[in-house]
T-cell receptor
Framework: GAGVSQSPRYKVAKRGQDVALRCDPI?????LFWYQQALGQGPEFLTY????????KSGLPSDRFFAERPEGSVSTLKIQRTQQEDSAVYLC????????????????FGPGTRLTVL | DQQVKQNSPSLSVQEGRISILNCDYT??????FLWYKKYPAEGPTFLIS?????DKNEDGRFTVFLNKSAKHLSLHIVPSQPGDSAVYFC???????????FGTGTRLKVLA
């Protein structure tokens, strides 16, 4: 079966450019997460969607970061006016849980998008 | 403030021997723990998990041990195989929430 897919896999942007990163979660998965993974670090939470509702965006590092999931399936993470410190791998994950259910299911990750800002 | 710590950045083990990867946490509200494996240029892949009501969970060659009093968990791989060479991340979560908190990872190299 299809897993989580992300595109593009690699993105090079000049400082100040806007970028859009796409995530296709596993079909039917209610929950979708975005993480940022800096070099040598573990993934760090950015934001969480339950269906189309963005229930938590506390991990977004600045107001240049914006995420949406308008129809409750595909999600886009947009970064405006990119800076060099935005260079990282951006991971998307999905799970079938609803928030509040006991977490016995796991989050399944996509391959990530490696963003390099020059 | 690193709530989940993997203090060994790397580990080398001979093929066929046991690999032991360690993880410590500080937040006593965490009650579910997971291990993920990551190959280069791929996303993390779920490996094994454990609830805080257990102290051991086994799946084939992989066993996770949880010591709640010490706030410590470990992943044992027996026997280790060259294909196990990857970066291993532990993650912790309070099951009333959804935020996985990851450690910084341990790079395992299994030598043939």
């Amino acid at each position: 079966g299809a897993g989580v897919s992300q595109s593009p896999r690699y993105k090079v942007a000049k400082r100040g450019q806007d970028v859009a990163l796409r995530c296709d979660p596993i079909s039917g998965h209610v929950s979708l997460f975005w993480y940022q993974q800096a070099l040598g670090q573990g993934p760090e939470f950015l934001t969480y969607f339950q269906n189309e509702a963005q229930l938590d965006k506390s991990g977004l590092p600045s107001d240049r970061f914006f995420a949406e999931r308008p129809e409750g399936s595909v999600s886009t993470l947009k970064i405006q006016r990119t800076q060099q410190e935005d260079s990282a791998v951006y991971l998307c994950a999905s799970s079938s849980n609803f928030m509040g259910e006991r977490i016995t299911d796991t989050q399944y990750f996509g391959p990530g998008t490696r963003l390099t800002v020059l | 403030d690193q709530q989940v710590k993997q203090n060994s950045p790397s580990l080398s083990v001979q093929e066929g021997r046991i690999s032991i990867l360690n993880c410590d946490y500080t937040n006593s509200m965490f009650d579910y723990f997971l291990w993920y494996k990551k190959y280069p240029a791929e996303g993390p892949t779920f490996l094994i998990s454990i609830s805080s009501i257990k102290d051991k969970n086994e799946d084939g060659r992989f066993t996770v041990f949880l010591n709640k009093s010490a706030k410590h968990l470990s992943l044992h791989i027996v026997p280790s195989q060259p294909g196990d060479s990857a970066v291993y991340f532990c993650a912790a979560v309070n099951s009333g929430t959804y935020k996985y908190i990851f450690g910084t990872g341990t790079r395992l190299k299994v030598l043939a």
